[in-house]
């Protein structure tokens, strides 16, 4: 350690000569604590030199790394891995083989049907066979004695559905009769009878409209006393 002789400071670097305050020579700090000598007038004088002060210590900062924290490396997690790996087929080929050689443990035990035992079952039929050809015979039998008792019923003849009849009362009292005509129109056809007004008119059917002057009504084809024609609606009562 160096010191500088006025101001009293003290400074660590050995490489500096002079004072950074006051540019003076700078000494050892064992020589500071040592007696100075000064001559005055050819004697010796001795003047012990106290330290006034504390001498003010610059130091360099040391810096410290933080310890770096070792973690757990890959090359021993990848062979951990390939190790477990290795473990699970292991066990797992363990696994299966155990499982073919109990299968092929009970194909060799399993007792294998004799030929003789085969054919005593295709020879005689079971009890549910005997049954079902049973009531198969009974069932032919009972339809042969229906059809030998049924009668030989006679071919129905067809017979086309007939017209709805309905009856009507004549209502003409102004001429006092209904014209019975041989064809459904007042002007071409012939008027063969005259049904009296009141009188009972058997109706078989009315078609489609059609017009008598002004007068919008149906042409109906009728029988009266034996006489088939056509009258017109208007002038009936149903």
Same mark, same amino acid.
């Given at each position: 350690m160096k010191q500088c002789p006025n101001c009293k400071t003290t400074y660590t670097d050995e490489s500096l000569r002079f004072c950074l305050a006051d540019g003076a020579n700078l000494i050892s700090s064992s020589d500071a604590a040592e007696t100075v000598r000064m001559s005055f007038a050819n004697e010796p004088m001795r003047v012990n030199v106290p330290p006034d002060s504390a001498p003010t210590v610059? /130091? /360099?900062?040391?810096?410290?790394t933080p310890p770096v924290k070792k973690g757990v490396s890959p090359i021993i997690v990848g062979i =951990?891995?390939? +190790? +477990? =790996? +290795? &473990?699970v087929g292991l066990f %797992? %080929?363990?696994? +299966? =083989?155990? /499982?073919t050689r109990d299968k092929s443990s009970s194909v060799l035990v399993s007792p294998t049907p004799t030929v003789s035992s085969a054919v005593s079952k295709t020879d005689t039929p079971t009890d549910?066979? &005997?049954a079902l050809k049973e009531k198969l015979a009974n069932l032919e039998k009972q339809m042969q004695d229906r059809k030998i008792q049924k009668p030989n019923s006679p071919a129905e003849t067809f017979s086309p559905p007939k017209p709805a009849v309905n009856t009507a009362r004549a209502n003409s009292p102004r001429d006092g009769f209904l014209a019975l005509r041989s064809e459904p129109n007042s002007e071409i056809g012939e008027r063969i009878a005259k049904i009296p007004h009141g009188a009972i008119i058997t109706v078989i059917g009315c078609p489609k409209p059609s017009n008598v002057g002004k007068m919008t009504g149906r042409w109906c084809q009728v029988t009266y006393n034996g006489q088939s024609g056509w009258a017109f609606d208007k002038f009936m009562i149903f």
């Open positions: 610059f /130091t /360099t900062p040391i810096s410290q =951990l891995g390939v +190790l +477990l =790996l +290795l &473990a %797992a %080929a363990y696994i +299966l =083989l155990r /499982t549910e066979t &005997a």
